[in-house]
């Protein structure tokens, strides 16, 4: 693929909307969209600009809503079971809700700490109805979420350009994510350099200048086959802050968990971006695939050992039932979900809302 080491691909001031397609087509214009103006180097531009995408976030739940529906006739079952409850069938419902939250992914600790506490309730007379047993249990998850998923809001520093890695295993949806997150930022007037950090995979760069195209990014791709991506990643870092960028989106390649020389690449990438811009990067999201359920907690370990992972981005869990592992890996990692990717359309990667993400699982 012949690159050079600065290839831009940028449209400046230009939005598409995006139809519910998974990777956009390139060669395709539109009009440009009005948007406010904004600079990092305002006061709390940062932390702003993080609570504005999150608060912005809470008016999409119909999305979230749509998104968690195979887990939510996981969890159907709980209604009818809570229905005509009454205290003589109290072991027998809590059996069969023990067995929903499992089926559901939320995992044998989680799901018996869960069930006990229900039943504790139940039998000291705090719960007297279905009605109250539902409450409690929403109650009980949204506690656990709340606990250990405080910093939902990307943490950007006080600086720019704000540097965000993206790793992940091959087939997590990365480079996607990467791209529908670009379009969250420019469309509060961000300006944008992406990174194309993903060097092994041929496609890869190819995909990533499809999103800069049509987000109206600029991009900053290897010079050659054999560049390696800590290169790219300072160059771009570089570029962002002799140039003034807001964000700069670091895009890498896909690597198991279990191979170690390419999680050892990520620690130069995390070191290679520090060296310019001092305590870069401010974020590093593992993107993780919600279809695998709780066989991501072996690969969030890892990555998180080695490269000290400040985010989660939960993927495709609009095709799972296992919606419960959000609960799980927040529960036994304590990283908080920063977005979960709920369909195919840009808008899909929402901020994760702890209570917008209670309320789609248990209707």
């Given at each position: 693929m012949a690159t050079s080491s600065t290839h831009l691909s940028f449209l400046a001031g230009r939005l598409s909307p995006f139809s519910s397609e998974r990777i956009p087509q390139r060669g395709e214009f539109h009009p440009p969209v009005n948007r406010f103006r904004c600079s990092a180097g305002k006061s709390g531009f940062f932390t702003r600009l993080g609570r504005l995408i999150k608060e912005k976030a809470k008016s999409d739940v119909e999305k979230v809503f749509s998104g968690f529906s195979k887990t939510r006739e996981n969890l159907a079952v709980i209604d009818e079971l809570l229905l005509f409850w009454n205290l003589a069938e109290t072991d027998r419902v809590l059996d069969e809700l023990e067995e929903a939250l499992l089926v559901s992914d939320f995992g044998p600790k989680i799901t018996v700490r869960i069930v006990e506490k229900l039943r504790e309730d139940i039998l000291s007379g705090k719960l007297k109805s279905g009605s109250e047993i539902k409450d409690a249990l929403k109650g009980s998850v949204l506690e656990m979420l709340a606990m250990k998923n405080s910093k939902t809001e990307l943490q950007m520093g006080f600086r720019?350009?704000?540097?965000?890695?993206?790793?992940?295993?091959?087939?997590?949806?990365?480079?996607?994510?990467?791209?529908?997150?670009?379009?969250?930022?420019?469309?509060?007037?961000?300006?944008?350099?992406?990174?194309?950090?993903?060097?092994?995979?041929?496609?890869?760069?190819?995909?990533?200048?499809?999103?800069?195209?049509?987000?109206?990014?600029?991009?900053?791709?290897?010079?050659?086959?054999?560049?390696?991506?800590?290169?790219?990643?300072?160059?771009?870092?570089?570029?962002?802050?002799?140039?003034?960028?807001?964000?700069?989106?670091?895009?890498?390649?896909?690597?198991?968990?279990?191979?170690?020389?390419?999680?050892?690449?990520?620690?130069?990438?995390?070191?290679?971006?520090?060296?310019?811009?001092?305590?870069?990067?401010?974020?590093?999201?593992?993107?993780?695939?919600?279809?695998?359920?709780?066989?991501?907690?072996?690969?969030?370990?890892?990555?998180?050992?080695?490269?000290?992972?400040?985010?989660?981005?939960?993927?495709?869990?609009?095709?799972?039932?296992?919606?419960?592992?959000?609960?799980?890996?927040?529960?036994?990692?304590?990283?908080?979900?920063?977005?979960?990717?709920?369909?195919?359309?840009?808008?899909?990667?929402?901020?994760?809302?702890?209570?917008?993400?209670?309320?789609?699982?248990?209707?």
């Open positions: 720019k350009p704000a540097v965000i890695m993206i790793v992940g295993v091959n087939g997590g949806g990365k480079t996607t994510s990467l791209g529908k997150l670009a379009h969250r930022f420019k469309k509060e007037g961000t300006k944008v350099l992406m990174a194309a950090g993903d060097t092994f995979r041929a496609a890869a760069s190819d995909q990533l200048e499809i999103w800069a195209e049509r987000t109206g990014c600029e991009i900053v791709v290897a010079e050659g086959e054999k560049t390696k991506a800590a290169t790219v990643l300072s160059k771009a870092v570089k570029r962002g802050k002799e140039e003034g960028y807001d964000v700069v989106l670091c895009d890498t390649s896909g690597r198991l968990h279990t191979n170690y020389s390419l999680m050892e690449e990520l620690i130069a990438c995390k070191k290679a971006v520090g060296k310019v811009v001092s305590g870069a990067p401010n974020e590093i999201l593992l993107v993780l695939d919600g279809n695998t359920g709780l066989n991501m907690l072996p690969q969030a370990r890892e990555f998180n050992e080695v490269v000290g992972i400040t985010g989660l981005i939960l993927t495709k869990l609009d095709g799972s039932a296992r919606g419960g592992c959000v609960v799980s890996v927040v529960e036994e990692l304590g990283i908080p979900v920063k977005f979960i990717g709920v369909g195919e359309a840009v808008e899909d990667l929402q901020p994760f809302d702890p209570e917008a993400f209670v309320n789609a699982i248990f209707s």
